[in-house]
């Protein structure tokens, strides 16, 4: 089966050159690279490899048009997309290709790992168990880790859903996600094989562009959501608590850790929020045993699913 891995970018030239080399570097699979240069500043240097495009739009018109663009133009069966700061294991589209291909499924997604700029670890994202309902279950929460990096998806069936909807930016993934799975089957592999980079350039890392893109999420799936009588709050407030704990922004994850306390009740929830309060992170690790198990299920599932994916060499 042939896939088309469409990178957006703009401006990192460094970044790009290894999400390319890990998509080139893809095993068992028929890969063509469609790189869709979103109005960088100069226009970025890529591997002499005939599996290679480049799209370039001369000005920014933004991720969701950058990756609909890579949409059209894609000549594979399938498509997968990569962010130009994320990279995958070598076997990363076998498997999910496999996974679907058993299940006779029109997308598939697995597991992978949140590092920082450095390649380290600062969380596994495992995948749950199958879920009876895939699409009740992800218009209550994403239960798909890693950002838009993660599913693979029948090109016809992407575009079929119109790709990506350019309202939003934060919640891009969660949103095609949704719609993915209203109009196709999906499957799933546990394996842990994308390593999902958060730092300060990230989209996630922006409260003020997550809650908006909430908003209109909310908006959007309203109907559909009221009709199952869903209810997203804690999740999203335990998912915005992780990012800012994770990027260093003590007093906001206070706030997410409070808003969570007076939803949730619980005692440990506000242990966490009064030591970041009074003590930042450092205050979090001397009173929080919830973060101590929080660690240990994360080198349990770590030791349990592999390492996270060596970053490749460029291309």
Same mark, same amino acid.
């Given at each position: 089966?042939?896939?088309?891995?469409?990178?957006?970018?703009?401006d #990192?030239?460094?970044?790009?050159?290894?999400?390319?080399?890990?998509? %080139?570097?893809?095993?068992?699979?028929?890969? /063509?690279?469609?790189?869709?240069?979103?109005?960088?500043?100069?226009p970025?240097?890529?591997?002499e490899? /005939?599996?290679?495009?480049?799209?370039?739009?001369?000005?920014?018109r933004?991720?969701?048009?950058?990756? *609909?663009?890579?949409?059209?133009?894609?000549?594979?069966?399938?498509?997968?997309?990569?962010?130009?700061?994320?990279?995958?294991?070598?076997?990363?589209?076998?498997?999910?290709l496999?996974?679907?291909? /058993?299940?006779?499924?029109?997308?598939?997604?697995? =597991? =992978? !790992?949140?590092?920082?700029?450095?390649?380290?670890?600062?969380?596994?994202?495992?995948?749950?168990?199958?879920?009876?309902?895939?699409?009740?279950?992800?218009l209550?929460? *994403?239960?798909?880790?890693?950002?838009?990096? *993660?599913?693979?998806?029948?090109?016809?069936l992407l575009?079929h859903? =119109?790709?990506?909807?350019?309202?939003?930016?934060?919640? &891009?993934?969660? +949103?095609?996600?949704?719609?993915?799975? @209203?109009?196709?089957?999906?499957?799933?592999?546990?394996?842990?094989?994308?390593?999902?980079?958060?730092?300060?350039g990230?989209m996630?890392?922006?409260? &003020?562009?997550?809650?908006?893109?909430?908003?209109? !999420?909310?908006?959007?799936?309203?109907?559909?959501?009221?009709?199952? @009588?869903?209810?997203?709050?804690?999740?999203?407030?335990?998912?915005?608590?992780?990012?800012?704990?994770?990027?260093?922004?003590?007093?906001? @994850?206070?706030?997410?850790?409070?808003?969570?306390?007076? %939803?949730?009740?619980?005692? %440990?929830?506000?242990?966490?929020?009064?030591?970041?309060?009074?003590?930042?992170?450092r205050?979090?690790?001397?009173?929080?045993?919830?973060?101590?198990?929080?660690? #240990?299920? +994360?080198?349990?599932? &770590?030791?349990?699913?592999?390492?996270?994916?060596?970053?490749?060499?460029?291309?």
């Open positions: 089966m042939s896939v088309s891995v469409v990178i957006p970018t703009r #990192r030239p460094a970044w790009l050159r290894r999400s390319v080399s890990s998509a %080139l570097a893809q095993q068992g699979a028929d890969v /063509e690279v469609v790189v869709v240069d979103d109005g960088s500043r100069e970025p240097s890529l591997p490899d /005939e599996r290679v495009r480049l799209l370039r739009h001369e000005q920014p933004g991720v969701a048009h950058a990756r *609909n663009a890579g949409l059209a133009a894609a000549r594979g069966d399938w498509v997968a997309f990569l962010d130009d700061d994320d990279w995958w294991a070598p076997t990363k589209l076998t498997r999910q496999t996974a679907a291909y /058993e299940a006779q499924a029109d997308f598939a997604w697995c =597991g =992978g !790992f949140t590092v920082d700029p450095a390649g380290r670890v600062l969380n596994v994202d495992p995948i749950g168990a199958p879920e009876p309902d895939l699409h009740a279950a992800l209550r929460m *994403n239960t798909i880790p890693c950002g838009c990096s *993660n599913v693979v998806a029948r090109t016809e575009r859903i =119109g790709g990506f909807d350019p309202q939003f930016s934060v919640l &891009a993934d969660w +949103d095609l996600n949704v719609r993915l799975s @209203a109009a196709g089957r999906g499957a799933s592999t546990p394996e842990l094989l994308i390593a999902y980079s958060l730092h300060a990230n996630h890392y922006s409260d &003020a562009a997550a809650w908006s893109d909430k908003r209109r !999420f909310d908006a959007k799936h309203e109907l559909e959501r009221d009709g199952r @009588a869903l209810d997203d709050e804690a999740w999203w407030l335990s998912w915005r608590f992780r990012a800012q704990l994770q990027t260093g922004r003590n007093r906001a @994850a206070a706030r997410s850790a409070w808003q969570l306390y007076r %939803l949730n009740r619980d005692p %440990l929830t506000l242990g966490r929020a009064l030591a970041l309060a009074v003590g930042g992170r205050g979090l690790d001397r009173a929080g045993a919830a973060m101590r198990w929080l660690r #240990r299920r +994360d080198d349990v599932a &770590a030791d349990a699913h592999g390492p996270v994916p060596a970053a490749p060499p460029p291309a």
